[in-house]
T-cell receptor
Framework: AQSVTQLGSHVSVSEGALVLLRCNYSSSVPPYLFWYVQYPNQGLQLLLKYTTGATLVKGINGFEAEFKKSETSFHLTKPSAHMSDAAEYFCAVSGETSYDKVIFGPGTSLSVIP | DAEITQSPRHKITETGRQVTLACHQTWNHNNMFWYRQDLGHGLRLIHYSYGVQDTNKGEVSDGYSVSRSNTEDLPLTLESAASSQTSVYFC?????????????FGPGTRLTVT
């Protein structure tokens, strides 16, 4: 069975500092991996995804994530935090077909301190 | 532009009443999903559909039902609302086929059962 863990339910960073949100997954098949962002009172929207190919994936708003199979990780990073990055971030994993359900992690709330 | 909409955005109802939450997408996606989001539980899958006349139970389906009579709509019905169903509900849709497709989320419906 697939599962996702996100280390730290809440992360605070200073404006301009590195953002690092951790995600580890378990999957018995090669996974598809996603990061979604949720701003207050909104639905989730895709930041980036890994399907196949290059393990370093770039997304919107300067975020990127690296798929490390040996570590079963897909950590999200951004070199310099901006106030507008304050939001809830969800890591997710799915299987080989769209009939495999997407499993969401519990989420990490990011606060950016001015 | 294609979109996914939910209505109402806010709803207050009384215990025991039947409530229907609407979800409409113009992406022409075969797959549609209903989630609830509660503090400490992340996103939990209620029901999902892979096409017209197809519906399936998710991990927290008790007390909920859905029907899929066309591609665009997947209404969620609470048969007899309970206080435990106070939550924020999100509808999502995705393409079908091989995996790696992102889910597109609606803005959510905040339901309060008194």
């Amino acid at each position: 069975a697939q599962s996702v863990t996100q280390l730290g339910s809440h992360v605070s960073v200073s404006e301009g500092a590195l953002v690092l949100l951790r995600c580890n997954y378990s999957s018995s098949v090669p996974p598809y991996l996603f990061w979604y962002v949720q701003y207050p009172n909104q639905g989730l929207q895709l930041l980036l995804k890994y399907t196949t190919g290059a393990t370093l994936v770039k997304g919107i708003n300067g975020f990127e994530a690296e798929f490390k199979k040996s570590e079963t990780s897909f950590h999200l990073t951004k070199p310099s935090a901006h106030m507008s990055d304050a939001a809830e971030y969800f890591c997710a994993v799915s299987g080989e077909t769209s009939y495999d359900k997407v499993i969401f992690g519990p989420g990490t709330s990011l606060s950016v301190i001015p | 532009d294609a979109e996914i909409t939910q209505s109402p955005r806010h709803k207050i109802t009384e215990t025991g009443r039947q409530v229907t939450l609407a979800c409409h997408q113009t992406w022409n996606h075969n797959n549609m999903f209903w989630y609830r989001q509660d503090l400490g539980h992340g996103l939990r899958l209620i029901h999902y559909s892979y096409g017209v006349q197809d519906t399936n139970k998710g991990e927290v389906s008790d007390g909920y039902s859905v029907s899929r009579s066309n591609t665009e709509d997947l209404p969620l019905t609470l048969e007899s609302a309970a206080s435990s169903q106070t939550s924020v509900y999100f509808c999502a849709s995705s393409e079908s086929g091989t995996g790696g497709y992102e889910q597109y989320f609606g803005p959510g419906t905040r339901l309060t059962v008194t």
